[in-house]
């Protein structure tokens, strides 16, 4: 494991993120469809849901990606739903649509929990994983449908970030990725292993290194995740990520 400073990332929540660079055009459907993914793959994509809502104080609506992990609970980085007080709900790959409410909110890490009272999508096993192949399994902002890339985590490393408030340093265990393309909208994305178990969750790109992700690791997860798995009282998701 090494130590890593990251001086240029973007935070990918949603369709409000200010884009330094002109990213690829995001495409509609997956690259590779559901029958020519590995079956553990094939199997858990549907875990994976789009997240929107509007956040009136800094009049945006938001969009991002989250998984199921427990039952009812969808896991997805704080900075998707900062601000957001109205219209929460994830949607399903087949289009059914969930109101959802925030029950865990952690903007030092930059992961919240939702709790969706009607969802009965099979939950993800969260766990660590060592670098090779995976797959991130988002809602890019502008996709039709879900959007299965595979990627590669290339190492663990030890990074320092300010939190999503720019208040203080943060020390996370994060992994870096390559060989896909990272857009709005994928924050809160699973990173899913062979074997279909959950290594980490995508937070961020490069600005400065074509397809290059980072996703925190499986250790900064569990925490809030279990913290959380029967929390059912909303929490302030306080104010926007600027």
């Known amino acids: ?11 990918l929540g ?14 509609a459907s997956a690259p590779a469809g559901a029958a020519a993914l590995p079956p553990e793959i094939a199997r858990v994509k549907q875990s ?28 997805t980085a704080a900075h998707v739903v900062a601000g957001v007080t ?14 959802a409410r925030v029950v865990a909110f952690d903007p030092i890490i930059d992961i919240a929990v939702l709790y969706v009272p009607d969802l009965s999508v099979p939950p993800l096993i969260i766990a660590d994983a060592p670098p090779g192949h995976a797959y991130v399994l988002a ?15 290339d190492r663990d490393v030890q990074g320092v970030a300010p939190d999503l ?3 203080r340093k943060v020390t996370k265990e994060v992994l870096e990725l ?3 393309d990272i857009s709005p909208g994928s924050s809160g994305a699973p990173l899913v292993v062979p074997g279909g178990r959950v290594a980490g969750m995508v937070f961020a790109s490069s600005t400065d290194a074509p397809n290059r992700g980072y996703a925190l690791a ?13 929390a059912t009282r909303p929490v302030s998701t306080q104010r926007c990520d600027e």
């Open 139 to 153: 809602y890019p902002v502008g996709a039709e449908r879900e959007v299965v890339q595979p990627i590669k985590i």
């Open 165 to 167: 408030y720019e208040k």
């Open 86 to 99: 109205r219209s929460a709900s994830v949607t399903t790959d087949d289009g059914d649509e969930y109101p």
């Open 48 to 75: 994976a849901v789009r997240f929107s809502g509007q956040a009136p104080a800094c009049f945006k609506r938001i969009e991002g990606t989250g998984f199921v992990y427990a039952p009812q609970r969808v896991m």
């Open 1 to 11: 494991m090494r130590w890593l400073w990251w001086p240029i990332l973007l935070a």
């Open 178 to 180: 390559s060989g896909a």
């Open 14 to 27: 949603g369709c409000s993120i200010m884009i330094p660079f002109s990213p690829r055009p995001i495409r």
């Open 218 to 230: 499986a250790v900064e997860l569990l925490p809030i995740a279990n913290d959380a798995r029967d």
